[in-house]
């Protein structure tokens, strides 16, 4: 606390002299310059690998559109084209075609598909890569790509050819949760933690009305992002900027990517295609075979699916036939699932009422499942559907309390 005092006035007295005293004057010191704080601006860190991810997968996805023989709805090629172009595919990753890891998730199925991917990307992008770096979230980016097409070829069924930057996606997210926890992300880990969960548990969680999405690679890239977020604490030393090990982290990015374009460009797709059209004639049944649902026999179901693996259809019959003949509730569940996941993942050109058919059935399976509460959230909605275009199923599902 500053105190102040009064100025005490002492009187004294002196001998007089003849002369005044001489009185030495120095002259005054200039003072020091005082060196002032500058004031530092604050680093923008643009995001620039996201923002090349964002460009880049869009420019393949116009590659896609322009090199497939057939567009259906969407924007949405064929999915001869897809395996083509790199589709991951059990058998023909373990046929040789080890390459596919890198390419599928270099493409997508439709302009949803992307727009949707690319979205998430540069919610999460823009905010964890300025904090680790691009070349660490480039490699955070490569490894959860890896996982989600290894965790795809291993979990699917191995008939359903899957494509998308889904698993990168999630290794990126998962990645951010971890490092959202770190004292190095500061203020800003909480808001990209919550990020990171709101957009993780939709992608792991199976949806009742909503399974058809390849949620086997969306684990492979949670499991990939949280080793790689575990890799770059390791080498994030305290009190620095940047975690170390960037060179090492900027070559596995880089390697991942240019290998997967370096096939995708590369690999001869034409042949390829010839050869999936040669090994399946048509990927989806003929207009003039497809059955009516209430009428297909369950051999007739059994051979379509044998023959057409990949048409949605195929799958709706033979779920149906498990349900009407074989009373295979399990079964039937699986293969009204496998049509809602093959529709998505491979972009059929369909009728929009397929998916409509699909949930319809597939709620009255689970209710007979006892899951009450599931077939009311499928069902409920498509009652009126139900009563217009499946009546021959409307007593049950009112029997089942799905529908009033």
Known sequence: MAAAFGKRSIQTTAPRVAMAPRVAVTAPVAAAPVALPRAELPTIRIPLVTIGLLIGLSLIFMWEVNTAPVLHRGMSPGVDALIGFGAVDRALVLGGGWWRILTAPLLHASLSHLIGNGVVLAVIGFMLEPLIGPRWFAAMYALGAIGGSLCSIALNAGDIPSVGASGAIMGVLAG????????????????????????????????????????????????????????????????????????????????????????????????????????????????????????????????????YPHDPRAHLLRGFAFLRDDHDLADAEEQFRQALATKDLLAAGLDPDFEKTVTVLLALTVAYENRPDEARALGTPLCGFADEHLPEISDNLREKGICP
Not at 182 to 202: D, E, N, V, Y
Not at 203 to 219: E, M, Q, R, W
Not at 250 to 265: P, R, S
Request: charged share 15%; proline share 7%.
């Open 176 to 307: 951010a949760f971890f490092c959202g926890a770190s004292a190095k992300a500061g203020p800003k880990g909480r808001k990209m933690q919550t990020w990171a969960l709101r957009l993780i548990l939709p992608s792991l969680i199976p949806l009742a009305a909503n399974s058809h999405v390849d949620y086997a690679g969306h684990l492979g890239g949670v499991v990939a992002g949280l080793a790689s977020g575990v890799l770059l604490q390791m080498a994030w030393p305290r009190g620095a900027d940047r975690p170390e090990l960037g060179n090492l982290a900027a070559t596995v990015g880089g390697a991942v990517f240019a290998g997967g374009l370096f096939a995708l460009l590369l690999v001869p797709h034409r042949a390829i295609t010839a050869a999936v059209a040669a090994a399946a004639p048509s990927v989806l049944i003929p207009e003039e075979e497809v059955p009516d649902v209430s009428a297909v026999s369950s051999d007739r179901a059994r051979d379509l699916l044998a023959h």
